[in-house]
């Protein structure tokens, strides 16, 4: 009931809170659900990380996006993503700067060794490999900081240039075995009945590789067959074993007082040794130490079967090998504790990036005794961070820097033409100008991002890639004086100002213009405007020009003409008329029309050019006009004038010749001003900043040209010059010099106390010069100091006590059962050495073993004879020797004591007492080696051997060519032809010998000749200068230029010539004579005369009459010409006017026309002459039409004092006629034609600029310290490349000359000595080699003779590399076989070229067994590979001998012909058996050599189709002895076999395998149809037994037999 009640309260609680209590799980499981669903939905995602912003160093920072996105790819708020696990999006990062790229560099290691990459699923060895397999190789790639080697980040340097890759595919050849030799031939077996073993062995030529197998075993042993040995009667024979030398232990405390020992006092200054007693125990020994103690050693006598017999059997003699011996207990070198790291050591930095070194040091507390360990290292450094925040000084970078381009100077390039040559004044065009390049230590100032740059020299070794140049071409400007062209005409007379209309004084003014502006001249241009002063001085007057004659009535007689005016100014322009309203001018003029019967007298002429062109005292101009008679008067007409009314004469040009002109000083230099302050706040004129303005003054004033400076009132005020200028003051240039280099840094080392003081320096260079009065240069470039707290090294030394008595192996030790029981023989004793102080008192070891070098020897050797040996005096010192080279020295010893008494010691061969060798020589013979040397040429008259010594350099630039020197090294050899120092045989250590470098010789010619006239006097011409040959060039000189058959060179330059300079001149035409022989009336027809004369229209003068040749011939005027003088009453017409012009563009449609006038008219009705003509516009005739033409560009014209550089060329303007002549450029320039530009150029001249070189740089150091072959060179580099027609640079840049043969000193080890046991024949003992000093010259076939062993200086090396332990095998024991030669040189190849550099080469031994007991425990072999070069690719083949039954022989071989085992893949070896296929099972079958089925003998093959034996059938007649040859082969086969095959062939299936009937044919004698019908019926029972296999009968194929000619047939 209970029970119940328990249960039934749950199940209530239940019914009542079951609901909700899943209810509230339900929306639980629903929260973290969705919670889940959250974290799964929503996931943070990154961008890439942007670029470094900020400071350059390590305040730089780079920040990436972080957002939050849906599973589905939509981006969302940040808060439903999880914030914990939100990723960072700023990070601190290393800023890059541009001016990083010094100090940073990527580090690529080598690529290692291709590994097998594993492919994905693939299984081993599932693909077989042909020729390799893919693989990776990987390297190592760092970004590195170049000052300390530290690592940084490498997005550093990928800043500047992108990672190296670190990975790469690579071939992996496939496996190789390993490859061995053949097997050797047996080893012999031994004699007599013992059982003994032979072997034969064979070596590794090419280790396994890749995976390939290992080696096989590389011996092989077999037991001999020789007979057992009877019972009792075996042949042995006995070794005595010596064992290896035991431990060095101390004797036992009795024994002590025989042992002894010594120790080393380091702390006492007594320095004596004192004796310790051993008590029960061994106390605690001071450090340093020496104890001596003893060791001991086994010796057993082993059998020949490898037993262990009696030691009586091996030792019949009674003297037995040593088993005990002194020794030095050996004692490690004790230091003291590491002192504590010094504080971390950063010279410079940038941020976090460097890294600082710290050190700490360690003393010696003792030195190792005996075979104890050496001293460790002494000093550890390691890198570490700095831990102070300080900031570091930035570290230094190097760069080329140059200083300021010196002048350019011309000088230096003409000197190069001619050395000899004089300075000149006025030099220009090409030169050259140099600067200094030196290498800078910039140092960068911290906190900007570009760090400001303090320069200061530094090697040049610090600086990379090439320096710039130092040298380079420049141009001077030539100076060009101004060039001006001719006056122009004089003006008219103009007021100074034109504001008062009314005549006053004025001045007439000509001018002149500026052709070409000065460059560089002293004196600018002369003046450009000259006046004269005139009266009656206008600015405007009127142009009055004449209209008809009107008569006042009627048709003849009295008129007018109305004049009409037009008021212009003295430009001609015409301007309104009240600007001439107060001029004075007539309206109308009287003029006459004659009648019928007056005199008619034609126009007047125009006035003639005036007669001078200024008027003075004794000379004023004149011009003068003219008109004549054209028709004579009749009765009661008006008659003519007489004649001196036809000619008119006025003045003209009547102002005085002596003209006035501005003249002026030049310009001052430019000042400062106080009224150009307020400019100099503004920048210059030219848009460049300025230094200042200031002011340039200069004096004006009036000149007479004649006479002087006149008061300024005679010169017009209008064009007076400025006498005031503002200017550019010129900037201050101070000196600008570099910071004065670090001084040469003093030795950090100690010096020796007594050395001399050591002294630094440093200096300065001089960037650019002062100018304008700035701060000059100091006067200290240089600067030179001694050293200051130069450590001195401190003086210790060691000193050695006196050495012990000698100690002996104990005698208890001694006195064994091989031992001896005298205290004699062989021990060691040693000594204390003591370390002192330089003031004498006591040191550590640790300082002696720093300051005072090697240690002094603490043991040595000692002997002490026994009662039987024989003891001598010490050796006595060598004789004397003579001068002569033969004679020899000898020294001598004595026999004492008892040994005297002996007859042993009185043997001189055992044990000589006199000593002889030949005396040192000094007679020495030298002999030239090596090549002579290049012919040096010394520089300068202290050019002698001196200056060829070792390190000295060449004086001064060395001159190129002339007489020089060639050496030739000498090695000096002694009498015994042993090398000695060649200063024993020469001074110098060379033979001299004068030759000679030729000099080259430039081409050389005369200076230019004068310029020729122009060759045309109207137009261009071309005027020519030449210079002739007058040196060809040799020896490599500069050629010449291109000559013409006489050896000249021409130059040609156009001008010209002005076509109206030169003119005809024609005077008036004289009265018109009429011939009064034919005509009474003196009237109609005549000739009249005018002169025609060439002239020069001078500057300054009047018309100059020059020969007539120099006027164009073409153009003459006429002189004389038809004239018609009217008769009374005639009418008369005026001379014919000017034809009108003909159009710009001659056309023949267009007429030209002229007229005349009808002066009278007629009394008669006779009509008067035509007043009118006209002719077309014909091209050439009557019509021309003008051009500008231009001439061929000039060659380049430069400065008069120029050789090249830039110069200018030209081309000439001229007028041409349509007919070709050349005429006056007014022609030209009335038409306003337009001119060609442009008619100059620049150009330029190339200079010939000849290689230029630096000095020689001195001597370098011998490439070999010593012997033959050894080099001494120097060199010259270019400091100008050769431009032009210059000297190109030579080839040789570098000299070389041997050395003198010094004499090497070496020592030399001997060959190691067979394995000797000393007292023993087995066992351990010792390999011994010599160690000789030996002289010779380091040649490849240098011949060695042994010195003294001073002359090789300290012994290179310790016993044990003269003794090496080593063991002589006892009979049964097993041992290793000497090393086997190394193999030849063999590449890794694929497909027959080399997979890697180096080739492999192998060497192997392995262990011998000598009983046959010990085989099992001894085994294993050793290959030893190492890398080799110059190998060869070896391919490795399967070899097979021809088939014999069968069967043949495999064997693998290499390419070189060596059989090998190994190498060769098994996939691909050949069959050694041959099998046919498919198997003969035909009757009377079997398988041929060639592996395919044949007949026996006596059988022929019947061949199925597709080549496959099918039957054999046998051959007729064969048993009547007549067989072909071809069945004799089968005579010896066995008939058994046949039988039984006969009845198993023919249960073979008789069909084909396409499915037809076999041919069963037999040869049937025609014995009977019976017989037929019988082999019928048994053929078809046979068939019928394997009907379940058959197919329908095929048809049957013919026989073919083999028919032999036999009747029987």
């Not at 079951?18 to 889940?36: E, S, W, Y």
């Not at 010069?769 to 401190?794: F, H, K, M, W």
């Not at 003119?1063 to 002169?1091: A, D, M, Y």
């Not at 027959?1392 to 060497?1403: D, L, N, T, V």
Request: glycine share 8%; charged share 20%.
């Amino acid at each position: 009931m209970l029970l119940q009640q328990n249960w039934v309260s749950p199940h209530w609680a239940w019914q009542s809170l079951g609901k909700p209590f899943l209810l509230f799980v339900f929306l639980m499981l629903q929260t973290a659900d969705l919670q889940a669903r959250r974290g799964h939905q929503f996931v943070w995602k990154t961008g890439h990380w942007g670029r470094c912003i900020g400071d350059c160093g390590s305040g730089g920072v780079r920040s990436r996006a972080v957002w939050c996105t849906h599973a589905e790819g939509w981006t969302t708020f940040h808060a439903n993503c999880d914030q914990q696990d939100k990723p960072e999006s700023q990070r601190r990062c290393f800023k890059v700067c541009d001016w990083h790229l010094e100090l940073f560099e990527w580090e690529v290691s080598g690529w290692d060794r291709c590994g097998l990459v594993p492919a994905a699923g693939a299984e081993a060895g599932a693909e077989a490999c042909v020729t390799a397999q893919h693989g990776l190789q990987r390297r190592s790639v760092r970004c590195l900081q170049k000052l300390n080697r530290t690592a940084v980040s490498s997005e550093i340097c990928e800043h500047f240039s992108p990672q190296p890759p670190a990975e790469q595919a690579c071939l992996v050849p496939c496996p190789r075995d390993c490859v061995v030799s053949q097997f050797s031939a047996w080893s012999p077996c031994g004699p007599g009945c013992a059982g003994s073993l032979q072997h034969r062995s064979r070596a590794v030529i090419a280790p396994p590789l890749y995976g390939g197998a290992p080696c096989p075993n590389l011996t092989e042993s077999r037991a001999c067959g020789a007979p057992a040995c009877p019972l009792g009667e075996e042949q042995h024979t006995y070794s005595l074993r010596l064992g290896p030398w035991g431990q060095c232990r101390l004797p036992h405390p009795r024994d002590a007082e025989l042992a002894g020992r010594t120790m080393l006092d380091l702390g006492s200054d007594s320095g004596e040794r004192r004796a310790a007693g051993l008590g029960g125990s061994h106390p605690q020994q001071p450090a340093g130490e020496v104890e001596i103690g003893y060791q001991t050693r086994q010796v057993r006598c082993v059998r020949s079967d490898g037993k262990h017999v009696e030691l009586s059997l091996c030792l019949p003699d009674p003297a037995s090998p040593m088993t005990s011996r002194s020794c030095v207990v050996p004692k490690d070198c004790a230091t003291s504790e590491w002192s504590p790291w010094s504080r971390c050591w950063r010279s410079c930095g940038w941020g976090s990036v460097a890294a600082g070194l710290r050190s700490r040091r360690r003393r010696v507390r003792s030195v190792p005794v005996g075979t104890g360990a050496p001293c460790p290292e002494l000093e550890e450094r390691e890198a570490c961070s700095g831990g102070g925040k300080a900031p570091l000084q930035p570290c230094p970078r190097f760069a080329w820097r140059t200083s300021e381009w010196k002048a350019c100077q011309v000088s230096l390039l003409l000197e190069q033409q001619d050395p000899q040559q004089q300075k000149q004044a006025g030099l220009c065009g090409g030169g050259i100008q140099t600067r200094v390049v030196y290498c800078a230590q910039i140092v960068a100032e911290l906190g900007t991002h570009r760090p400001k740059e303090v320069a200061r020299p530094v090697d040049g070794k610090l600086c990379q890639g090439a320096a710039p140049g130092s040298s380079q071409l420049c141009q001077l400007p030539c100076r060009a004086e101004c060039a001006v062209s001719p006056w122009a005409a004089w003006g008219p007379c103009l007021p100074e100002s034109c504001q008062h209309r009314h005549g006053g004084r004025g001045f007439r003014m000509r001018q002149r213009q500026v052709v070409v502006d000065p460059v560089g001249a002293l004196a600018g241009c002369p003046h450009l405007v000259e006046s004269i002063p005139c009266e009656d001085a206008r600015c405007h007057e009127w142009e009055v020009s004449e209209g008809a004659c009107v008569t006042d009535r009627g048709h003849c007689g009295p008129g007018h003409r109305v004049l009409k005016a037009v008021c212009r100014s003295r430009k001609g322009e015409e301007v309104p008329h009240h600007f001439c309203s107060e001029l004075p001018h007539p309206e109308v003029v009287a003029c006459e029309v004659p009648c019928a019967r007056d005199c008619v007298l034609s126009e007047w002429s125009p006035w003639s050019p005036c007669s001078h062109s200024c008027s003075s005292r004794n000379a004023e101009g004149t011009q003068s006009r003219s008109r004549s008679i054209v028709a004579l008067p009749a009765e009661g007409g008006k008659g003519c004038p007489p004649e001196r009314a036809l000619r008119e004469q006025r003045a003209c040009n009547e102002h005085p010749c002596v003209p006035f002109f501005w003249d002026v000083s030049p310009w001052s230099s430019c000042s400062e001003d106080v009224l150009g302050t307020a400019l100099n706040a503004t920048s210059s004129w030219s848009g460049e900043p300025a230094c200042g303005v200031g002011i340039q003054t200069r004096k004006v004033f009036c000149r007479k040209s004649s006479s002087g400076q006149v008061t300024p009132k005679r010169c017009p005020e209008s064009i007076r010059p400025e006498a005031v200028r503002p200017c550019l003051l010129p900037c201050r240039k101070d000196c600008v010099v570099t910071l004065f280099s670090e001084w040469t840094p003093c030795p950090t080392a100690c010096q020796p106390g007594n050395a001399t003081a050591v002294r630094q320096s440093r200096y300065r260079i001089i960037l650019q010069d002062s100018a304008n009065g700035g701060q000059p240069c100091p006067d200290t470039l240089y600067e030179e100091r001694e050293c200051e707290d130069v450590p001195i090294c401190p003086v210790y030394r060691w000193k050695s006590h006196r050495w012990s008595p000698c100690v002996l192996v104990p005698a208890s030790v001694r006195q064994g059962p091989l031992g001896q029981s005298e205290a004699c023989g062989h021990g060691l004793q040693s000594r204390a050495v003591t370390c002192l102080s330089e003031q004498g008192g006591s040191a550590t070891v640790g300082d002696c073993v720093r300051w005072a070098g090697a240690m002094p020897a603490l043991v040595q050797e000692c002997h002490i004879p026994c009662k039987d040996d024989c003891t001598f005096t010490p050796w006595s010192k060598f004789t004397a020797c003579s001068s002569d080279c033969d004679t020899a020295r000898s020294r001598r010893r004595l026999l004492t004591g008892r040994s005297r008494k002996r007859d042993k010691c009185q043997n001189t061969e055992l044990y000589p007492q006199v000593e002889t060798e030949p005396c040192p020589c000094e007679a020495f013979t030298s002999q030239p080696h090596g090549n002579w040397s290049d012919c040096i040429i010394r520089g300068g008259p202290a050019g002698g051997p001196a200056e060829l010594q070792l390190g000295m350099p060449a004086q001064g630039a060395a001159g190129e060519c002339g007489q020089g020197v060639r050496l030739r090294a000498i090695a000096c050899y002694d009498r015994s032809g042993r090398l000695v120092e060649p200063s024993l045989c020469s001074t110098s250590g060379f033979i001299e010998e004068p030759c000679t470098v030729p000099c080259p010789f430039d081409c050389r010619l005369s200076d230019w000749s004068s310029w020729s006239p122009c060759s045309s006097s109207c137009g261009p011409g071309v005027r020519v200068r030449s210079k002739w040959l007058k040196e060809k060039p040799y020896n490599g000189g500069r050629p010449c230029p291109k000559l013409d058959l006489r050896n000249q060179v021409h130059e040609a330059v156009p001008c010209y010539s002005e076509c109206n300079q030169y003119s005809w001149e024609v005077g008036p035409w004289s009265p018109c004579k009429i011939s009064s022989e034919e005509n009474s009336l003196h009237c109609g027809e005549g000739i009249q005369t005018r002169e025609v004369r060439c002239v020069s229209t001078a500057e300054d003068h009047g018309v100059e009459t020059v020969p007539s040749a120099l006027c164009s011939q073409a153009e003459v005027p006429e002189a004389v010409q038809k004239c018609t003088l009217y008769c009374p009453s005639e009418c008369a017409v005026s001379d014919w006017g000017q034809w009108s012009p003909c159009p710009q563009v001659c056309d023949p449609n267009i007429m030209q026309t002229r007229t005349r006038q009808v002066l009278r008219s007629p009394v008669s009705s006779k009509p008067c002459p035509e007043v009118s003509q006209m002719k077309p516009c014909i091209l050439n005739q009557n019509c021309f039409q003008y051009q500008y033409n231009l001439t061929g560009w000039s060659g380049c014209q430069l400065g008069a004092n120029a050789t090249c550089g830039h110069g200018e060329r030209r081309r000439l303007l001229s007028c041409r006629r349509s007919d070709g002549a050349t005429v006056s450029m007014q022609l030209c320039q009335r038409l306003h034609l337009e001119k060609p530009v442009p008619t100059s150029s620049r150009c330029v001249v190339p200079c010939a600029v000849d290689c230029q070189l630096s000095p020689w740089s001195a001597w370098s150091q011998c490439s070999h310290t010593c012997g033959a072959g050894g080099q001494m060179v120097r060199g010259r580099s270019v400091v100008l490349q050769a431009a032009g027609e210059g000297r190109p640079c030579p080839e040789q840049l570098t000299q070389h000359r041997s050395c003198p043969v010094k004499p090497c000193y070496s020592w030399l080890l001997g060959p190691w000595s067979p394995c000797t046991v000393q007292g023993g024949q087995c066992g351990d003992g010792l390999q011994v080699r010599n160690l000789t000093c030996v002289v010779h010259d380091a040649s490849v076939s240098a011949t060695s003779r042994p010195v003294e062993n001073a002359l090789c200086g300290e012994l290179p090396s310790k016993e044990s590399v003269l003794q090496l332990p080593c063991s002589v095998p006892c009979p049964g024991d097993c041992h290793l076989t000497e090393w086997s030669e190394w193999s030849s040189c063999e590449l890794t190849c694929i497909s027959g070229r080399s997979f890697e550099p180096a080739g492999r080469q192998s060497r192997s031994r392995a262990f011998m067994v000598q009983a046959a007991e010990s085989r099992e425990s001894c085994s294993g072999q050793e290959v030893e590979t190492r890398p080799c070069s110059g190998g060869k690719c070896y391919d490795y083949l399967w070899q097979s001998s021809p088939w014999r039954d069968n069967a043949r022989t495999v064997w693998c071989q290499r390419s070189d012909g060596i059989n090998v085992t190994g190498g060769c893949p098994l996939r691909t070896k050949p069959a050694e058996v041959r099998h046919c296929s498919p198997p003969c099972r035909k009757p009377f079958s079997y398988c041929t050599q060639r592996g395919v089925c044949g007949c026996e003998r006596g059988y022929t093959e019947v061949m199925r189709s597709n080549g496959l034996l099918d039957y054999c059938v046998k051959v007729p007649g064969l048993e009547d002895k007549k067989a072909d040859v071809k069945t004799i082969a089968g005579k010896n086969k066995p008939v058994n076999s046949k039988m039984h095959d006969i009845f198993k062939g023919w249960s073979i299936q008789p069909f084909n395998p396409d499915g037809k009937l076999k041919i069963w044919v037999y040869g049937v004698s025609a014995g009977g149809f019976f017989i037929i019908i019988f082999l019928i019926f048994t053929s078809y029972l046979m068939c019928k037994k394997t009907k379940q296999h058959q197919s329908p009968p095929p048809q049957q194929k013919p026989l073919t037999l083999a028919y032999d000619g036999d009747i029987d047939m």
